[in-house]
């Protein structure tokens, strides 16, 4: 079945303002997990669907589970790649209900928005090809030609399936008629670096034919890269985000360099439009959640360095005790013996 038409007629059908609620389905990864994905009437019970989302679930019900996938998967990934910075993206977990460093447009909300929408196309391009999904397979032989003793087979990731799935899904918040609003724009550009981020990731696999080995003959298809990579590719774009306002140019409404001396920023860069607080101390109005308390590393000279982590306010150190399985042997057959061994551990604490 051709999802297609469906996708763009849910589009033309979503008049609301496009600004957290873009990735307020994110929620889904907690809700998900109590619905039934057989009964139309679960799209309903996701507090964060805008209607062109429940729309697209009644119609797709299928697809449900890799969306929830999806969105525990993107979840997960941000605090991994994130989780020794002050802006460690713990409040990722908060959908729908997000504080201002995810409700504003921030840096940390295009990174957001740029590795959900990713994550989408990532999970369903990969359930295509897994045969998880009735309305999609394999992807298509790609139409250049092997170069080499090799050719296209095998099962690849079905990229195009999961980019038509995942921009009617992730951009449904911010279709609008007049889409003129500054975070909206923002938003759009950085859903679609996400999705690009996916494509400039792919790789050839291969698999060898031949006798003992020889690999006379290779079978290749495309594969994606995993989350993380990707996830990582995204974080390097975040430290170089370009700040953005709105200017009329022409008779359209466009977002450009706040600084005109900056680089002309590209499809696949990360913007923002609102700076960001340094995520020293709390403070909710800006969805600060501080840094007193969390771990940091005084040997390091990176963003989880004591001197950074802790906004120059100095650290404690503690110890603690940490025990591990050790000394393993390995018996035949077949089975593992270990000791448990005790060590201590000094750790740093900011204050």
């Not at 669907?49 to 019900?61: A, I």
């Not at 460690?88 to 295009?110: Q, R, V, W, Y």
């Not at 394999?138 to 170069?147: I, L, N, Q, S």
């Not at 679609?192 to 050839?204: D, E, H, I, W």
Request: aromatic share 8%; net charge positive; proline share 3%.
């Amino acid at each position: 079945m051709d999802f297609t038409p469906v996708l763009w007629g849910i589009l033309l059908l979503v008049f609301i303002d496009g600004r957290s609620s873009a990735i307020k389905w994110l929620s889904i990864a907690d809700v998900g997990k109590n619905l039934s994905w057989n009964k139309t009437s679960s799209c309903r019970k996701v507090s964060g669907f805008v209607p062109g989302q429940t729309q697209l679930c009644r119609r797709t019900l299928e697809v449900m589970p890799a969306v929830e996938y999806a969105a525990e998967a993107a979840r997960k990934t941000c605090q991994e790649q994130f989780g020794n910075r002050r802006w460690n993206c713990s409040s990722i977990k908060k959908a729908p209900h997000f504080m201002n460093d995810l409700e504003k447009g921030t840096k940390e909300a295009a990174y957001v928005h740029a590795l959900s929408s990713a994550a989408l196309v990532h999970t369903v391009a990969r359930a295509c090809a897994a045969g998880y999904l009735k309305a999609c397979s394999c992807a298509r032989k790609p139409g250049e030609k092997p170069d080499g003793n090799y050719t296209w087979g095998g099962c690849g990731d079905n990229v195009k399936f999961g980019l038509e799935f995942g921009t009617g899904f992730a951009d449904a918040p911010m279709m609008k008629r007049k889409r003129s609003h500054t975070q909206t724009l923002m938003n759009l550009h950085n859903s679609g670096a996400g999705r690009l981020a996916v494509q400039n990731t792919m790789t050839t696999k291969c698999k060898c034919h031949g006798v003992s080995g020889s690999c006379n003959v290779k079978t290749c298809w495309k594969s994606l890269a995993d989350l993380t990579e990707i996830s990582h590719e995204l974080a390097e774009k975040y430290s170089y985000a370009i700040k953005m306002v709105k200017r009329k140019i022409g008779t359209r409404q466009q977002l450009v360099p706040e600084d005109r001396r900056s680089r002309r920023h590209n499809s696949g860069d990360l913007i923002f439009v609102d700076k960001s607080p340094d995520y020293c101390i709390v403070n909710n109005r800006k969805g600060s959640y501080g840094t007193t308390g969390r771990l940091c590393n005084k040997t390091s000279v990176g963003p989880d360095s004591c001197q950074t982590m802790c906004c120059g306010r100095g650290h404690n150190d503690f110890t603690t005790t940490v025990t591990e399985r050790c000394n393993c042997k390995y018996h035949w057959c077949c089975y593992v013996t270990c000791d448990e061994c005790t060590r201590t551990e000094v750790k740093s604490m900011c204050k």
